[in-house]
Structure formats: structure tokens, C-alpha cells
């Protein structure tokens, strides 16, 4: 083996994390068990929010080319028995045509290296293919799901988003949040119906940890009649005690709940913060790989290193939208700008994907972590 650019500084290793021989993650096993760790740790897949599709798989190129017939909204003609009906006034229907159109969708290509020094080997005495795997799966799951929230904030909060029309703000900035501006059934649903009659479509919402919280307090709450007798038919806000026996949050007004605390959070200072929930519809994101997974090793004898690197290619696509801009192999950041998307269907509400902007009101949140 030849020595490489590598990173001879000892501090680069993970004595703690990969302990073993570290040709063994080359194996075929490995990689299929890699692979599929990766989607089941994602619950963006394992909701069906993030669907596998074969077309997008081994394509040529730098983006993938969708096209689409754009839903069909055709004219009814007038029939009678006279000569001069219908839409030409000849006594003879017109030929109407569905029109086809294009969306885009980019291709990134991400990975990276990592370096583990003979000693840690005999530091922890760890089973390679369980350490490595449980390691890599988390982590690069927790990439993907960066990966997808960035772009869906361009898509959705970004300002000049295409889809700004579908997002429902209740919260506030400043002073004290009420149970108006707090995730609730109403705000809920007022979010799906930004989809019109396709409202049904919504199967699933994502959150931040600290809104899963609040979900946890309003699930142990039962409902009370007010003090005021006059207004004693009124009652407070509640789920009837549904969470008492059991705190995790799975379903919340029928929507699958998915917990991310990479989930985007504006904290204001001296008011309230800001937290930003997604509502999807089942298989709205698209995803496949250029190439499949590489997996690949190094023994670096200079520095009595093996090193292991991962390179990984993906595409993520929000059906009805478009990347437009004029390159590809886009950084988090560059997905988050609203400049590089644009709609590729004419009424956005074909999109099953809402936005919702909630406060919360929970004891102890948000924490340092929340707002860091």
C-alpha cells in the first residue's frame, strides 16, 4: 500500500469509536447492512415521508431530468343537434392535448475519511463490523435527515420560498405564547387545508424534540370545565388524559409524529422561540443513488494508521418542485436557498407538504442546546 495525504496528527483518531481491523468494513455484508441501517434509523423513511425510487437510481449526469404531465383540467363543450355547437362553433368537438412539462432534480455526491492508529486495537477490543456499522448508520442517517430538512426549508421557509402560500404561522415573537400559538389541533389543521381538498393527503409531521414536548404535557392533560359559570359548556384544551400512562408522542391529530431535533428553531431575544414543523404527505420526497456505496481502505505504514473512507451519491427530490439553478452538487446551505428552487407545477397545492410555525410552553425549554 502507498502512503497518501492522510492526517498523521494522533489527535485525528477515534480510539473510542473504531477499535479493529478496519479492511473488514470492505465486506460485502458491511455494505448491505450499512446501507439499509442508514434508511431504518431514518424516520423520514421508515414514515414513508422518503420513498426509494428505482428510476433514480444509476443516472448519468450531474441532475435528473422528471418529466411530468401537468394535471388535466379539460373544457366541456356544449353538445346539442344543431351545426355550431361547440368549442369551434362547427358542430364538431375540438381536440384538446394534456401538456407535458420538466422538473429537475440535483445529484450530490458526499463522504468521508476516517483514520484509526494500531494502539486502539488493543484499547478496546471492539468487533469491527458491529462498532463501525453502528457508528457510520447513525451518523450518516443523521446527514441524510440534514440534508432533506435544508431543502425543504428552501422549498417552504426560506424567504421567497416557492412554497411560502403553504405555510401557517400561529406564533409569536415577543411577549408570552398562549395556546393560540402553540401546535394544536387547529393549528394542525389549519396547516393540512393550506392543500385545499388534497388536505387528506397529509399522513405524517415533523418536529423539534422541544414541540414533542409540549405534545407529551398536552397528552397528559384532561379536560376541565372553566371557573367562569358563565361559560361553563367551555373547556380547556386537552387530550383527556390519553398520555398519562404513556408519555411517547406516535400520533398526533392522525398524523404520524417524527421527532428531529435538527428540525429548524428561530430563538429571539427576550421573546419566544420560534419552531419550525413540516407536514408531508406519503412519498412526496423521492430519493435513489447515483452509484452504489463505496466503501474503501488504506493501510498508512508511516503513521501506523488504517484509514477508512466512505463516499456515498444521493438524490432527494420533492415532487412538483424544480432545481434551477446553474450548478449541482449542492452544499446544506445552497439547498436553503430559495433562489435555486422554483415549482415545476402550476398549482402548488398538487404538493402534499405544508409548514407550520409554533411556540411552545414547557417548564426548563428551550435549553442552551434548543437555540445553540
Not at 69 to 94: C, H, K, M
Not at 269 to 292: H, M, R, S
Not at 341 to 369: F, H, K, Q
Request: glycine share 8%; with cysteine; proline share 4%.
Amino acid at each position: 500500500m502507498g502512503v497518501g495525504p492522510f492526517n498523521f496528527n494522533p489527535d485525528s483518531t477515534f480510539t473510542s469509536d473504531i477499535g479493529s481491523i478496519t479492511r473488514l468494513a470492505t465486506s460485502a455484508p458491511f455494505q448491505r447492512y450499512l446501507q439499509e441501517e442508514i434508511f431504518q434509523q431514518s424516520a423520514f423513511y421508515t414514515s414513508g415521508i422518503l420513498q426509494t425510487n428505482g428510476l433514480l437510481n444509476s443516472i448519468q449526469g450531474t441532475r435528473v431530468e422528471v418529466p411530468f404531465f401537468a394535471p388535466l383540467n379539460y373544457i366541456e363543450e356544449r353538445v346539442d343537434s344543431s351545426d355550431n355547437w361547440g368549442l369551434n362553433q362547427s358542430g364538431y368537438y375540438t381536440s384538446q392535448k394534456t401538456k407535458a412539462k420538466t422538473q429537475y432534480g440535483t445529484i450530490t455526491t458526499r463522504g468521508a475519511m476516517f483514520a484509526a492508529d494500531d494502539l486502539s486495537r488493543y484499547e478496546t477490543g471492539e468487533d469491527a463490523l458491529a462498532n463501525i456499522r453502528s457508528q457510520l448508520a447513525r451518523d450518516m442517517s443523521r446527514k441524510m435527515n440534514q440534508k432533506l430538512i435544508s431543502q425543504v426549508w428552501g422549498l417552504l421557509f426560506a424567504d421567497g420560498a416557492p412554497l411560502t402560500e403553504h405555510v401557517c404561522d400561529v406564533s409569536v415573537n415577543t411577549g408570552t405564547p398562549t395556546i393560540a400559538n402553540t401546535l394544536s389541533p387547529g393549528s394542525v389543521t389549519g396547516a393540512k387545508y393550506k392543500l385545499g381538498e388534497r388536505a387528506n393527503e397529509v399522513t405524517a409531521i415533523a418536529v423539534h424534540p422541544d414541540v414533542a414536548a409540549w405534545l407529551e404535557t398536552t397528552g397528559m392533560l384532561t379536560y376541565t370545565n372553566v371557573t367562569n359559570t358563565a361559560n361553563a359548556a367551555s373547556t380547556i384544551w386537552g387530550s383527556g388524559g390519553i398520555g398519562v400512562s404513556s408519555t411517547q408522542i406516535s400520533m398526533f391529530a392522525g398524523l404520524r409524529v417524527i421527532v428531529d431535533e435538527q428540525m429548524p428553531v428561530i430563538c429571539n431575544a427576550g421573546g419566544p422561540p420560534q419552531y419550525y414543523c413540516v407536514l408531508f404527505g406519503n412519498g412526496v420526497i423521492q430519493t435513489g443513488q447515483q452509484f452504489p456505496m463505496m466503501i474503501e481502505t488504506e493501510r498508512n505504514i508511516a503513521s501506523l494508521q488504517d484509514v477508512f473512507a466512505v463516499t456515498y451519491s444521493n438524490i432527494m427530490h420533492v415532487l412538483g418542485t424544480s432545481w434551477n439553478a446553474n450548478f449541482d452538487g449542492p452544499t446544506n446551505e445552497q439547498l436553503r436557498d430559495a433562489n435555486n428552487w422554483e415549482l415545476a407545477y402550476c398549482d402548488s397545492r398538487l404538493i402534499p407538504m405544508t409548514g407550520l410555525i409554533v411556540n411552545t410552553d414547557v417548564a426548563c425549554l428551550p435549553t442552551s442546546a434548543t437555540c445553540a
